[in-house]
């Protein structure tokens, strides 16, 4: 009977491991933790070597295609209608639309965006898209270094050889209501991925849309109302944004913060700085670049409510704490904006 009992309890401990192992939330180990603050406080980042494997693997950038001198005729001189990339010779502006079709359109080719019959011909909306993106990364590059420094971007960051890239959003207004009370949950209460499965606002993306929103939320009192002016409908929406901002790096919330004292900007680590400046980043490009491509997009690229796909945090980054694990691809490609390697 001892031995039997002793027999059972072996089997039953070896199946919660089991269960533990493959039920959602239970990682196999080893756990790799790296401490992202002064010791004794808890700031770390945690991974296993299968994920770490599985990211590296996913953010493996493709071949540069090497740019040659900037020699010979410019592009302008021997093409009609070239409207952005009119500092570029004709060596150097085949070389760069060879490397944004293998970025962007590597199934589809040349006629994603050209009339291959006519290639000045404006006809096609994704040449015009194209020439707004061609911009947008010059401007991200030259103008953005607080945020993207010299690592840079290009095409290939977001799309990953998509014609869209696959993180984007639209806007959410909620789920329909009922009448009454039923009608004043602002969106909350409705799970989703975008929120962390969570009951707070299943559009956590608004703030990067909009300039004037309110997302640096933190109470130094019990009761919010009475402190900073925040209501708890305010600070829930911070809270799902930054949850977004976490799944879209891959991290936890101490790769920003001590979460001891969320409101201490001292006692947060860099990356909260540069977070703050890709917060600005995604509500210019937003607002400059993106939203105004509602009137060129066909209605299949529209949202449900008829607004252009804009970007967020995961749409360059892709569950890594810096995009491409911090592989610059702009340095081959100065006539992105990109800073050459010395």
């Known amino acids: 009977m001892k031995y039997a009992a002793a027999f059972l ?18 990682v196999r180990p080893p756990i790799l933790g ?46 009609k209608n070239v409207q952005v990339l009119k500092d570029l010779t004709v060596v150097e502006f085949n070389t760069l639309m060879a490397a944004i079709t293998t970025w962007v359109a590597p199934q589809q080719g040349c006629a994603y965006c050209h009339n291959t019959d006519n290639l000045a011909d404006d006809s096609v909306y994704a040449k015009k898209v194209s020439r707004r993106m061609i911009e947008m990364t010059r401007h991200v590059n030259t103008d953005w270094k607080a945020h993207v420094q010299n690592t840079g971007v290009v095409c290939w960051t977001c799309h990953r ?41 299943q559009d956590p993306y608004g703030a990067l849309a909009d300039k004037n929103a309110v997302i640096r939320v933190q109470a130094t009192k019990a009761l919010p109302l009475n402190s900073n002016g925040a209501s708890i409908l305010s600070t829930e929406q ?29 006692e947060s680590t860099p990356q909260r700085l540069t977070a ?38 995961a749409t360059c980054h892709q569950g890594a704490n810096k995009p491409l694990l911090g592989v610059s691809m702009a340095k081959d490609y100065p006539a992105l904006g990109g800073t050459p390697a010395k």
């Open 9 to 26: 309890g072996v089997v039953i401990a070896s199946l919660l491991t089991i269960a533990m192992l493959f039920t959602a939330g239970w």
């Open 238 to 266: 911070s809270y799902s944004l930054m949850i977004a901002m976490s799944q879209g790096l891959g991290v936890n919330c101490t790769f920003c913060h001590n979460t001891r004292e969320f409101g201490q900007w001292p």
């Open 34 to 79: 790296q401490q992202a603050g002064f010791r004794g406080l808890g700031m770390e980042q945690l991974t296993t070597p299968a994920a770490r494997r599985k990211l590296e693997l996913a953010n493996v950038p493709p071949d540069a295609i090497p740019m040659p001198p900037a020699e010979g005729p410019k592009a302008t001189e021997v093409y």
């Open 161 to 201: 050889g998509n014609p869209v890239p696959q993180n984007v959003w639209y806007d959410n207004v909620g789920w329909p209501q009922a009448a009454g009370f039923a009608t004043t949950n602002y969106g909350m209460g409705h799970p989703s991925a975008a929120n962390g499965s969570t009951a707070m606002t």
């Open 276 to 313: 703050w400046h890709g917060i600005q980043l995604a509500r210019d490009l937003n607002g400059a670049y993106l939203t105004p491509l509602k009137d060129v997009l066909p209605a299949n690229r529209l949202g449900p409510h008829g607004d252009a796909p804009k970007l967020d945090c």
